[in-house]
């Protein structure tokens, strides 16, 4: 297998979430860059095939050239409306159905936000929000903490995935609790896409190792210095990360244990 094959094998293997099916396994946002064209540079260099949109931070309906649709077309990339800013259900049900107008897309990204400081989930919120939703026929991806309950709860009301947090949104701190996210991936049958706290590659090579069925990222990209080459470079490490999964790691091991046999060593 050469080095390419090797980079890009995984991402030829696909994935669905509803009636959606993609190739990569890395999905982006469009906040914090210093500007349209940069983010869909950025786009490109990820090979993302699906870009996340806040409805409530991201004006839709502005002259030709200066609105996010003209260099982001629906056609050619599976936009993912979200909730972003909204703190209680009745707020995120409302957002989602404005999204669905003005994209015409039932695909939502569910975010209830319980606490304006840490940015953590309302998760009796977020649920209350869900189930209204999936009976309104949206497709709902919501974001929840690290709590394998409530992402069992989440499938159980017809989320077709679930996106739990490896730390908290912006935070850059990488995965916190990977003992919970293995859990969560353990007990649910619908994809687990990681969702916030991704700061660098190493953190998304963890994540699709640790099972993770896609990554979800924005800051870690935006705020990098050099953006589009970190856009790259999180295009390699969940290729990556997803390749070692499916190659099954080495046990570990408290003692040492030679890498070549010691069977038939000549004595000296």
Request: net charge negative.
């Amino acid at each position: 297998m050469s080095e390419e094959n090797a980079v890009t094998e995984p991402e030829a293997s696909t994935w669905s979430v509803g009636s959606h099916t993609f190739r990569s396994r890395l999905i982006i946002g469009t906040g914090k860059y210093e500007s349209f064209e940069q983010n869909r540079h950025c786009l490109d260099a990820s090979g993302a095939e699906m870009i996340t949109v806040a409805l409530r931070r991201i004006p839709l309906d502005q002259p030709e050239g200066r609105d996010l649709l003209d260099h982001i077309p629906p056609d050619q990339f599976t936009l993912l409306p979200n909730t972003a800013g909204c703190f209680t259900a009745d707020d995120a049900v409302t957002t989602a159905r404005l999204g669905r107008e003005l994209l015409g897309t039932n695909l939502v990204k569910l975010e209830v936000i319980g606490d304006e400081r840490t940015l953590f989930p309302d998760v009796p919120a977020t649920l209350e929000a869900a189930k209204t939703l999936v009976d309104e026929g949206f497709t709902v991806l919501p974001y929840v903490n690290d709590d394998p309950v409530a992402c069992q709860r989440l499938e159980g009301l017809g989320c077709p995935a679930v996106m739990p947090l490896a730390a908290p949104i912006g935070s850059g701190l990488g995965i916190r609790n990977p003992a919970n996210l293995r859990i969560i991936m353990e007990t649910v049958e619908v994809p687990v896409i990681v969702d916030a706290g991704v700061g660098t590659a190493s953190d998304a090579a963890v994540a699709m190792e640790l099972g993770a069925t896609a990554v979800l990222m924005n800051t870690a990209i935006a705020q990098a210095k050099e953006p589009e080459r970190m856009a790259h470079a999180m295009r390699m490490a969940v290729a990556a990360g997803r390749l070692a999964y499916e190659s099954g790691r080495m046990p570990r091991r408290l003692y040492a244990s030679a890498s070549s046999p010691l069977d038939g060593l000549a004595q000296f």
